[in-house]
Every structure is written in structure tokens, then in C-alpha cells.
């Protein structure tokens, strides 16, 4: 006899979620717009429901890392930030983590920063940050500092510029915030 519950046990198929998934019902929206205005991303309605942000979208783009709280539970109203809020690790993401410790992992935020955003858009913009393998993929995806899109409809950087040393280092500031929230405990290093 057959057990009627094992396919209760079987793992859940994995949920392909991107930038513009959306899961409406349970306030998950894609606040990106399908067009540019004047070569800006733009931020508004959810484009698949039409819902209107329920946060100070001017508030957030302030860029005040003493408001992350805010930054935070505003940018989860969005599938794709959620879902890297979220995800568990995945192993070799974690194995790196307790690789370099807590003060590696740290200490590579900047050089990461730099090398996949610090430049100004360019055609391979929106691919420089994988989904998975490494926490700072992970946190630069919760927190919109994966592309240069994603930094121009959230937090109001220009994409057809260099990262000025400021919001470079607020970007820095925000995944180190994620980091501090989700990261299990790493000993210090080597």
C-alpha cells in the first residue's frame, strides 16, 4: 500500500521569481515602469495591478541610512526584494560566508560595490549581479543595489553616471544593514 502523504514530504518546486514578478494578492508588486522618461527608470504604479505604493516614495529616496528600517519594510512591498529577504542562503553562498568570516565578508562589500555598479550603465546592465552563490548577491538584490536600474527607480541615482563617493557608500551602508539582519553568526575571520 502505497503512503498517501508522501508527496506531502516531496520538496516544493523551486518558484522562478524576477524583477518583474509580481504576486498581487499578497501585496508583492513590480513598481518599475514598462518606460523610460527621459532616459530615467521610472517609479509608480505596480505594473501588473496598478496598486499605488503605500509608502513615502520620497522618504526613501532621501538615501538616509538612519531611516533603513524604512527603506527596508518600504522596498519589500516588491516580489523581487521580498524574495531575496526571504531565500535562504544557498550552500556554497554560506560555505564562502564561512570562508572569509564576518569581517571578510564585510570588508568586500565596497570592492563588490565598485566593480558591478560603480560604473555608469552600459549594455550588460541588469546581468552584472548573479542570483545566487555569494550573500552579497543576495543582499545587493534585497536592496536594489544590484543594477544600475534598479538604483535609478528606487533610490533616484542617475544610471547615465559614475557613482559619486557618497552614494556609492550608502549603497555599501544598505547591504551591510542587510547583512547585520541576515547573516547567521560567522566568526570573526582568518
Not at 516588491?78 to 554560506?94: G, V
Not at 541615482?157 to 542587510?178: F, G, K, N, S, T
Amino acid at each position: 500500500m502505497s503512503d498517501p502523504f508522501a508527496e506531502l514530504d516531496a520538496p516544493l518546486p523551486s518558484i522562478k521569481v524576477t524583477c518583474t514578478s509580481t504576486d498581487c494578492a499578497n501585496d508583492q508588486h513590480c513598481y518599475l515602469q514598462k518606460r523610460k522618461v527621459e532616459g530615467t527608470h521610472v517609479f509608480g504604479a505596480c505594473r501588473s495591478c496598478g496598486a499605488q505604493p503605500t509608502f513615502d516614495i520620497v522618504r526613501l529616496r532621501a538615501r538616509d541610512i538612519g531611516d533603513v528600517a524604512y527603506t527596508f519594510a518600504a522596498m519589500r512591498h516588491e516580489m523581487i526584494r521580498e524574495h531575496y529577504w526571504t531565500k535562504p542562503f544557498d550552500e556554497k553562498a554560506l560555505k564562502l560566508a564561512r570562508k572569509k568570516g564576518r569581517d571578510g565578508v564585510l570588508s568586500s562589500v565596497a570592492n563588490r560595490i565598485r566593480s558591478s555598479i560603480g560604473k555608469k550603465a552600459n549594455g550588460f546592465d541588469g546581468r552584472q549581479t548573479k542570483l545566487e552563490g555569494n550573500v552579497l548577491f543576495y543582499a545587493q538584490h534585497a536592496t536594489a543595489t544590484c543594477c544600475r536600474k534598479c538604483l535609478s527607480y528606487w533610490h533616484a541615482i542617475p544610471a547615465d553616471r559614475d557613482l559619486m563617493p557618497e552614494e556609492a557608500r550608502y549603497c555599501e551602508d544598505l547591504i551591510v544593514a542587510y547583512l547585520d539582519e541576515r547573516l547567521p553568526p560567522l566568526d570573526p575571520g582568518p
